[in-house]
RNA sequence: GGUUCCGUAGCUCAGCUGGAUAGAGCAACUGCCUUCUAAGCAGUAGGUCCUGCGUUCGAAUCGCAGCGGAAUCACCA
């Protein structure tokens, strides 16, 4: 890496020159900007003081000292205090005659055999398909885990589906009360779509009884705890944990329809699980830890007979873990579910990926884990991003604002489609092989749009710019890599050229502006991984690989490919080709697009 | 009210541990297809980086204060 190189050559010439000790690794080398000459610039302001000279002094002595040291330095230039180095040619030529052919340049191989980053994501109601909340956190849950591939680790991504509770036993009720009979298959209707229907059909029954106690007299707060729908879906949950067969069954058959509907959804979106945790047999973990809380001294029992967290000292609250009579909360089970979690994989890390709308509730997970001397709580990570919001504000079920997935996938498809065959280009291909495209361009529009905004961040769902395919957005990136395939295959056919790994890489003259930009890009994908990587952020991939987009279409713009009469150069102009395809194929995946080879 | 996050072009977003004249895309306007895919390229225009103070040779970036927005502070999940 040129980087560590002149770090290096940096600190050593600090020592030599000013005898300033100073941490190779930390030196900061930046890319030059535009304006002028030069590949990586050094600051030199920081050590003008201790050197006791001008700035543009130090920097030309450290610019001749490293250019002495360093055979890849061509020739440096000092303005005020910038000292910009440029990079001799046959580095970069070297950079690609190395990498070409390589399929997998940048990516680093996954260690098999490491503890895993297990990265939970997902993590569904059964009670409602899924919405554009939903769909960001599964794109980031899956990008997330294939950037931590693509920088060598081991990687184990979990779901945990949330299939019990009091808001399930609702649609079940509402289901059994008026559903009569209805069933995916008789209906047609998707079968989280359906059981979501009764979870809604719930609420209005609901809300009317409420209205009819109220108009009989009684006070709202009272009437919500006392409409009879309310008390038996209650009686309903208490059977369940019961284990009475006929909810039981009912609860199997209602949720069996809402996974294989949330199968299909994963299926469109590209996504999948290693493991798949259900809280149904979870739900009781963390019970022995709050007993082992207590006999530890870390938890106490309030008057009342609830068990709770003093988190006063951390700047908290108390947190209740264990209800008065019994029964545990939402905490209690995370506290359970991570130490199982832990036990089943002996994890380096464990990631959540889970709204920012939670964040005190991790806050609070981590240091009871701590408290109960789990010292891995260290290695828990929430993964936080912020809401989806749409034009017209925040999605809300009440006004029917909700984004549905299937419908949004969906919708995504017709108007990929309808560009697409507007632009005729893909009128050859089979039906099969035109919906396949199809998907795959819009998917692309959505992964990208959504991808391409920093994971912490709220951000704006514009479903007309979501799919425009011009731009800083995936069918753009997709275009590109189709145009340099189809580049490829015409040099395969008409030029016998033939791309593998080992080649030899020559060109005569000098590498033009627009080459070397194409090179400089490809040669900072590991810098990017390994920053993305440790950022959690396949926005920055996402950037990266609209850069490297760009870079290529400026040079393709005006730099002859096939049509160049020196064959040394039409093969090295190929070899650049091939090697921003692979990457731009490679960075793509990590965000879950697939890319054509044509469009 | 406490805590946390956010505020950059008309809109959506980049700007990494402080560095040169703050960048893209969309929208607007100009050019470029008899030539490797024009879903492209080149260009014009568009900015008190929320405000103020401070630290520094140097601040969009760090600190404090204020203004504006969001989330959260459940015996819901």
Request: aromatic residues 8%; proline residues 3%; hydrophobic residues 40%.
């Given at each position: ?5 002149l770090?290096h050559c940096i600190a050593d010439a600090l020592k030599k020159l000013y ?23 050094f600051?030199v ?6 050197a ?6 130090v920097g030309r002595e450290i610019g001749e000292e490293v250019q002495n040291q360093c055979?890849?330095v061509?020739?440096f ?6 000292l910009?180095f ?514």
């Open positions: 890496m040129i980087t560590t190189l770090q005898n300033i000790d100073a941490d190779a690794e930390s030196l900061v080398l930046q890319a030059t900007s535009k304006n002028f000459e030069g590949d990586y610039t600051v302001f920081p050590y003008v003081k201790q006791r000279k001008a700035p543009d002094m055979s890849e061509k020739s230039n000092v303005v005020k205090g910038f910009n440029v990079i001799d040619e046959r580095y970069w030529l070297a950079f690609v005659a190395k990498h070409v052919g390589d399929k997998q340049y940048g990516m680093k191989t996954a260690a098999t055999d490491a503890a895993p980053i297990v990265v939970e994501y997902s993590s569904p109601n059964t009670n409602k398909p899924l919405h554009l909340g939903h769909v960001r956190n599964n794109l980031l849950g899956w990008s997330v885990s294939q950037l931590l591939k693509a920088n060598g680790n081991n990687v184990k991504m979990v779901n945990l589906v949330n299939d019990r509770g009091i808001h399930i036993c609702k649609s079940m009720l509402a289901w059994q009360r008026f559903g009569n009979g209805e069933t995916p298959e008789n209906s047609g209707v998707k079968g989280d779509h359906l059981v979501g229907k009764y979870y809604v059909e719930f609420d209005k029954h609901y809300k009317a009884e409420i209205k009819e106690l109220m108009e009989q007299g009684m006070d709202e707060e009272e009437a919500k705890k006392q409409a009879p729908l309310l008390l038996e879906a209650q009686s309903m949950l208490k059977r369940w944990e019961e284990g009475d067969k006929e909810v039981r069954a009912l609860w199997e058959m209602m949720n069996g329809w809402v996974y294989a509907g949330f199968d299909e959804t994963y299926q469109r979106l590209g996504v999948g699980f290693d493991k798949i945790y259900y809280e149904s047999n979870t739900y009781m973990l963390g019970k022995e830890l709050v007993q082992k809380g207590l006999d530890m001294g870390v938890l106490y029992r309030r008057d009342d007979g609830a068990v709770c967290a003093d988190l006063t000292d951390a700047g908290l609250d108390h947190k209740v873990l264990l209800r008065k009579d019994g029964t545990s909360v939402y905490m209690t089970q995370d506290l359970g579910t991570a130490l199982l979690r832990q036990h089943d994989f002996g994890a380096e890390q464990l990631i959540y990926v889970v709204g920012n709308e939670q964040d005190y509730h991790f806050q609070v997970l981590k240091i009871i884990l701590k408290r109960l001397g789990y010292d891995w709580a260290d290695k828990l990570y929430h993964l936080s991003y912020g809401m989806v919001e749409l034009p017209n504000g925040k999605m809300k079920s009440r006004e029917g604002t909700v984004v549905d997935a299937d419908d949004l996938i969906t919708e995504m498809e017709q108007t990929a489609a309808a560009m697409s065959k507007e632009h005729g280009k893909n009128d050859d291909l089979s039906p099969e092989q035109q919906q396949r495209l199809f998907h795959m361009l819009a998917m692309g529009a959505l992964k990208y749009f959504i991808l391409k905004v920093d994971p912490s961040k709220n951000m704006l769902f514009n479903p007309a710019e979501s799919i425009d395919f011009n731009g800083n957005t995936g069918p753009f990136i997709q275009y590109t890599h189709a145009r340099i395939c189809s580049i490829i295959r015409k040099a395969e056919s008409e030029q016998n050229v033939v791309i593998k790994a080992g080649q030899d890489v020559t060109i005569q003259q000098l590498l033009s502006e627009k080459e070397r930009d194409v090179i400089k890009q490809l040669h900072n994908l590991p810098a990017t991984i390994e920053a993305a990587a440790a950022a959690y952020s396949p926005a920055m991939v996402a950037n990266y690989a609209f850069d490297l987009a760009k870079a290529f279409n400026s040079f393709y713009q005006d730099t002859p490919i096939l049509r160049d009469t020196d064959r040394d150069t039409m093969m090295f102009r190929i070899q650049l080709c091939s090697m921003v395809a692979t990457t731009l194929k490679n960075t793509m995946m990590i965000l879950g697009i697939e890319v054509p080879d044509r469009m």
